[in-house]
């Protein structure tokens, strides 16, 4: 009763019903958040193809906990949490508000998974260096959700379909992060050649799509019993993980649309793709 009365306000504050599509966003480096490249054009365009949402709710890499959290406070910071980039990168700030209700309203659909209400983070590079392309003003509220490490993929799963009851309250639901990650082989002298991956890096990306294309859950979720391309591809699952959020919220006959397909430096994807 207390969830359905808090969507019920949601609705009444935002008067948005229609279902909101999805993303999974290949974040790559947080450069991407000042350069201007083919990634950061995708990202702009997929934009025009949805209605503007009310909120955002994201998933990411970078938020990675022991414990369920949700950020809670009415003006989340620009966190830059990385090192050894230009100022002009620390520079940037993504001034969006948070909206402690929506923050509210996903602790208690996430019931009984306890939820921390969190007043100390705020929006990561994973967060603010892709929706600042999206949404460039800072004009919609973004809440953040983050991923307890002491959980299997299946788990995740099960808890971000809870979440679908919000895309028909207008919120924008991202998972950001990086189907294959591993950053101890990239091959930085060719980081910025575009689709440029290591046999496995292709072997991997190219299963992982095709899954998702045809809606193969189980070997999504199964990732660490697939192969080594797959170990390669996945050696920690932080930045995978986001996939299975979006994943998740797909209903029967949506429709999945991949761009910014492309690997880089041997061992990196920047796919994401669009639910709906």
């Known amino acids: 009763m207390m969830v359905t009365k808090l969507l019920d306000d949601l609705n009444d504050s935002f008067g948005y019903t229609a279902t909101m599509p999805v993303l999974f966003l290949g974040h790559g480096s947080p450069m991407n958040a000042i350069e201007e490249n083919q990634f950061v054009a995708g990202f702009r365009n997929i934009a025009t193809t949805k209605p503007k949402p009310n909120a955002i709710l994201c998933v ?72 600042k392309h999206l949404y460039p003003l800072a004009d919609i509220p973004v809440v953040q959700l983050s991923i307890d490490y002491t959980k299997p993929a299946d788990y995740h799963f099960e808890l971000a379909k809870k979440l679908q009851s919000l895309r028909n309250k207008g919120i924008l639901i991202i998972g950001s992060g990086n189907i294959v990650h591993n950053l101890s082989m990239v091959d930085w002298a060719q980081l910025h050649k575009v689709n440029y991956g290591y046999d496995w890096a292709i072997e991997a990306s190219t299963l992982i799509n095709k899954y998702l294309v045809e809606g193969n859950v189980t070997p999504l979720l199964q990732y660490e019993k697939q192969g080594k ?31 910014n397909n492309e690997l880089l430096g041997g061992s990196l994807s920047m796919t994401s793709f669009k639910i709906g």
Request: glycine share 6%.
């Open 60 to 131: 990411s890499a970078h938020w990675y906990t022991n414990g369920t959290k949700v950020t809670a406070m009415d003006m989340p910071a620009t966190i830059h949490d990385f090192g050894g980039f230009p100022k002009a990168l620390f520079d940037v700030q993504y001034p969006a508000k948070g909206n402690p209700n929506l923050a509210l309203i996903t602790k208690n659909i996430l019931t009984p998974t306890p939820v921390l209400l969190d007043d100390k983070w705020g929006l990561d590079h994973g967060a603010w260096s892709v929706i």
């Open 229 to 259: 391309a797959f170990q390669l591809a996945i050696p920690t699952p932080e930045h995978y993980l986001p996939l299975i959020y979006a994943l998740a919220l797909q209903q029967k006959n949506e429709s999945m649309l991949l761009f």
